[in-house]
Structure formats: C-alpha cells, structure tokens
T-cell receptor, first 113, second 112 residues
Framework: GENVEQHPSTLSVQEGDSAVIKCTYS??????FPWYKQELGKRPQLIID?????GEKKDQRIAVTLNKTAKHFSLHITETQPEDSAVYFC????????????FGPGTRLSVLP | DTGVSQNPRHKITKRGQNVTFRCDPI?????LYWYRQTLGQGPEFLTY????????KSRLLSDRFSAERPKGSFSTLEIQRTEQGDSAMYLC??????????FGAGTRLSVL
C-alpha cells in the first residue's frame, strides 16, 4: 500500500522568511496530492492541492511542486506570517480508486515574530 | 454552519463500554470518510462510503468497529468493548465525487 513520509517534523522560521516542507510517496499510481493545515484543536483544512498532470501550482503565498519521477512533492510558503503557524499534513491518493488519503505524519511550523 | 458536523465533540468512556459517534456531511456530498488521528500523527483512513454503500475498510478497522450510512446522508461509527488504545480523535470528511475532502472538527474519545 501507499506510504507517505514527510520532513521536517518541526520547522521554525522568522516572520517574512520562506518555509519548505517535503513529502515522498511510494505508490506510483497515486495521482492526487493535497496539503492540509491543522491549527491546534481545529479541523484539517485544505490549503492547496495538485494533480499528477501538472508539475506546479501556486495560490498567492503558497505553492506546491510535484516530481512524479522521484515521487516527491513539496509545499512552499513565502513571506511567512505568524498565522501560518500550524501543523501541515501532506497526503497522497489514487483518485480513481476510492480516493482515501494516506497522510504524512505532519510538520509543525512555527513562525517567529 | 454548512460544513461537516460531528457529534459529540468529546466522549469519555470506561474500558469495555460501547460508544457511537455521528457525522453529518455537507449536503449533497455523496462520499463520506472516517479517519482516526492520534497525537502527533496524521489522520489514518478507517473506511469510506459512496452514498449508502461501504466501499472500503482499512485493516485498522477491527471487528469491534462498525460504520453505517443507512440513507446515504449521515453516518455513525460504533466502537464496541472500547480499549484504551482506541483513545484518539475520530475525524469525518465528505466529498462530492472525487473532489476535495472537507473535514469535520472531530470527536475526541478518551477511554479510561
């Protein structure tokens, strides 16, 4: 089955700097890769996603890149703000087979003022 | 709030008791998922429904766990003879077809 690894487990950056979180997956059939942000005590919320037919997607300060050959994808947050502090989870799924997500273990991002 | 709704938000029970959680998905979402999340980990898939049909179950879903979605709308997750290892956050998500999954706030289960 699919296995998703995520690094780093914790990340501290100064406000205004960039943050990068990397995930690798094992199932070459996976074709949908969402990123969720979870603040303490709250529900996971989708912040960006990418499908396997594109290599990069951007939404304001957030971007995701996908390398299908190497089976890894990354989340990039630019101009970080204190409200970006949260746990970020990547996930992988095969959208034509149930689409249950396999999540990574999460990255705790702290943006220091 | 028109998002995914889960009840109760918190449940404390004694080992050996049965518990039941409810999830109300976003209206017209035909897919409903259950996940379990323990502290410091990502959500782990348990099971999913398309309308009223339960199409996939994880190996994590032991025979003490059962889920239903009788009318293709709300779903219930029951855990029988709870064990301390069942303590976790149980998350529900819904989607319209193969679209984005929207999560509920979860039910936190504590087994004493």
């Amino acid at each position: 089955g699919e296995n998703v690894e995520q690094h780093p487990s914790t990340l501290s950056v100064q406000e205004g700097d960039s943050a990068v979180i990397k995930c690798t997956y094992s199932d070459s059939a996976s074709n949908y890769f969402p990123w969720y942000k979870q603040e303490l005590g709250k529900r996971p919320q989708l912040i960006i996603d990418i499908r396997s037919n594109v290599g990069e997607k951007k939404d304001q300060r957030i971007a995701v890149t996908l390398n299908k050959t190497a089976k890894h994808f990354s989340l990039h947050i630019t101009e970080t703000q204190p409200e970006d502090s949260a746990v970020y989870f990547c996930a992988a799924s095969r959208s034509n087979y149930g689409q249950n997500f396999v999540f990574g273990p999460g990255t705790r991002l702290s943006v220091l003022p | 709030d028109t998002g995914v709704s889960q009840n109760p938000r918190h449940k404390i029970t004694k080992r050996g008791q049965n518990v039941t959680f409810r999830c109300d998905p976003i209206s017209e979402h035909n897919r409903l998922y259950w996940y379990r999340q323990t502290l410091g980990q990502g959500p782990e898939f348990l099971t999913y429904f398309q309308n009223e049909a339960q199409l996939e179950k994880s190996r994590l879903l032991s025979d003490r766990f059962s889920a239903e979605r009788p009318k293709g709308s709300f779903s219930t997750l029951e855990i029988q003879r709870t064990e301390q290892g069942d303590s976790a956050m149980y998350l529900c998500a819904s989607s319209l077809g193969q679209d984005i999954q929207y999560f509920g706030a979860g039910t936190r289960l504590s087994v004493l």
